[in-house]
């Protein structure tokens, strides 16, 4: 009995000390690993942030990971059904991943065509593959890509989500349209950022008539419905313009409509933060005030900007995918999820082929996810909240 009393004192003992210890390491935490250490425990931001980074990873590596040029027609394979893959043939082997062979018909009555897989061809899926050349971000010639099969195109192909109404592989296009429809959320968001932060600072930190100008443009701006002035400056921009510039055109359109609320935010934190003893005694110091602002108030709410940063991006990613869905964004031959999302406003495809609209998935996807990592980074903005 002695014995077991003594176990307990030494195990109260020990956890003791690791609370103290636990507590001891919260006293000497930084900002930032206090803001860390709340993070982690949101466990759905941390899944988006991984779905995130996936995403990115693929927009980044698109050549790579596409099996196919997304121009590339398969004009036998026409809205065909996403390829089964199996690892199990018809007589009971396990193999590695393969796909059967697939064969056209037609339907006599409706001419709709058919596609049965046929089971005594096999084509074995090879990863790290050799097929179409292409230079990665525009510099190295390779022919490597993450998967593919060993026969040419015109013999068979592996669709993971089907094909289009003119054969073109659904997948190898929906990774290409990442790169544009995810990077104008980052290149657009910091663009409002920077406009937001001078303007909204400028406001909260001066006041007076350049505070009351500034604030009635943002009301300007923010009293005309959105949609309709985003049709009307994406419809302003000349059709016969490059894809490149109709890009960067777009992305600019959605940062001066979208800065208006990131200033009033940076205001607000101004208006409080400009009369702190901090700022004072950087003041006295004898600090310029360009100094003051960037070096002393925006840190002070860097971890808010992180937040609102992450909330902000899934609406340029909706509006550019609306945009280009209804034809005032981006148009073929460019490649983005609004782009692809076009083929839905065909009903013969939606019926006959209703993986034309995976590109909604991955937007709903991307915007939930940002959605989630935004949640969990406002929590971890202030960790000493409970």
């Known amino acids: 009995m002695a014995t077991d009393n003594s176990d307990l004192q030494v195990n109260g003992a020990l956890a003791a000390d690791e609370v103290a210890t636990s507590e001891e390491k919260v006293y000497v935490a930084t900002q930032w690993q206090l803001m860390w250490w709340k993070f982690r425990k949101h466990k759905m931001a941390n899944i988006a942030g991984v779905v995130l980074i996936l995403f990115y990873a693929v927009a980044l590596f698109a050549e790579f990971v596409a099996p196919y040029n997304p121009e590339q027609f398969f004009p036998q394979y026409k809205l065909s059904p996403p390829t089964s893959i199996h690892i199990r043939d018809t007589e009971g082997n396990w193999r590695l991943p393969f796909v059967y062979q697939t064969v056209r018909t037609r339907d006599p009555d409706t001419l709709r065509s058919i596609y049965t897989p046929d089971t005594s061809i096999i084509h ?3 990863f790290f593959s050799r097929g179409g050349e292409y230079k990665l971000w525009g510099m190295f010639d390779t022919e490597m890509h993450l998967f593919g099969l060993a026969v040419p195109h015109s013999e068979m192909g ?5 094909a289009d109404r003119m054969g073109r592989d659904l997948f190898s296009r929906l990774v290409y349209g990442a790169r544009i429809s995810l990077s104008i959320g ?3 968001v910091f663009m409002s950022l920077t406009i937001g932060i001078l303007l909204g600072g400028i406001s909260g930190y001066y006041g007076g008539g350049v505070d009351n100008a500034i604030q009635r443009v943002i009301e300007f701006i923010r009293s005309i419905p959105t949609i309709p002035l985003w049709m009307a400056l994406s419809a302003a921009l000349p059709a016969d313009w490059p894809i490149l510039r109709v890009y960067f055109g777009i992305t600019v359109i959605l940062s001066l409509i979208s ?3 990131m200033a009033r935010v940076i205001r607000g934190r101004f208006l409080a933060l400009r009369e702190e003893d901090f ?12 100094r003051v602002i960037w070096r002393h108030m925006v840190p002070s709410f860097l971890s808010h900007i992180i937040a609102s940063l992450t909330l902000s991006i899934p609406g340029m990613i909706l509006g550019e995918t609306g945009l280009s869905f209804i034809g005032l964004g981006l148009r073929a031959p460019a490649i983005s999820w609004g782009v692809l999302l076009q083929e839905s406003q065909n009903l013969r495809s939606v019926v006959l082929a209703p993986w034309v609209l995976l590109p909604g998935l991955a937007v709903v996807l991307s915007v939930l996810s940002f959605n989630f990592l935004g949640d969990g980074l406002r929590d971890a903005a202030d960790p000493y909240a409970r």
């Not at 700022?279 to 360009?290: I, K, Q, T």
């Open 158 to 162: 592996v669709f993971l989500l089907g």
């Open 279 to 290: 700022v004072m005694a950087a003041r006295l110091a004898g600090s310029s005030e360009f």
């Open 186 to 188: 980052l290149i657009g």
């Open 124 to 126: 074995p899926i090879e």
């Open 259 to 261: 800065w208006t609320g």
